[in-house]
């Protein structure tokens, strides 16, 4: 008689499956999928935008053959061009943003810092984090003074603006 076979170890749901189709793997390749998304339209947008300056280039059944088609805007033309390269390259910077992060497994800044970290060998300690800590604190100081000056100067502004018409009233 034979006993029916049973595993010894527990398999569970994490295991069985494999880290490509994980949470985390999922999540990271959202931003690639995203700019796939978007320089997918981009191309789009450029193919339309070619197409219509071709056609617009394409003399009319009854036009003069002596007379080309003179409706060019050059200013237009090169802000549409700069627009269409700008949307392009931003599109394939965010699929490939996207493909590295995935690719090194990176899904926060965190991970990148700590990843960084430890090919350069350092190691983040308290230390560090004081550091930051002290450089915020001052950032702030700073930036307050500098808002503090800004706004006395409005005021010292406005007093002399006031005692200059308050002299004025006196002249007569």
Do not use: C
Request: charged share 25%; net charge positive.
């Amino acid at each position: 008689m034979s006993q029916p076979q049973t595993s010894s170890t527990p398999s569970t749901n994490t295991e069985s499956r494999s880290p490509f189709f994980s949470q985390r793997s999922a999540r990271q390749l959202g931003l690639f999928a995203v700019g796939t998304a978007f320089f997918a339209a981009s191309t789009v947008i450029t193919r339309r935008s070619l197409i219509r300056r071709y056609k617009a280039t394409v003399p009319k059944f009854y036009q003069q053959s002596n007379r080309p088609n003179a409706d060019v805007n050059g200013a237009m033309e090169a802000f549409e061009a700069l627009n269409i390269a700008t949307i392009n390259v931003v599109s394939v910077g965010i699929m490939a943003t996207g493909g590295l992060l995935w690719a090194f497994d990176i899904s926060s800044l965190d991970d990148m810092r700590r990843k960084v970290r430890t090919k350069m060998g350092a190691t983040g300690s308290l230390e560090d984090k004081d550091a930051e800590e002290e450089i915020e604190e001052w950032f702030a100081t700073v930036l307050s003074r500098k808002e503090f000056k800004h706004l006395k100067g409005k005021e010292k502004e406005a007093k002399d603006n006031t005692s200059a018409v308050n002299q004025e009233e006196e002249k007569p």
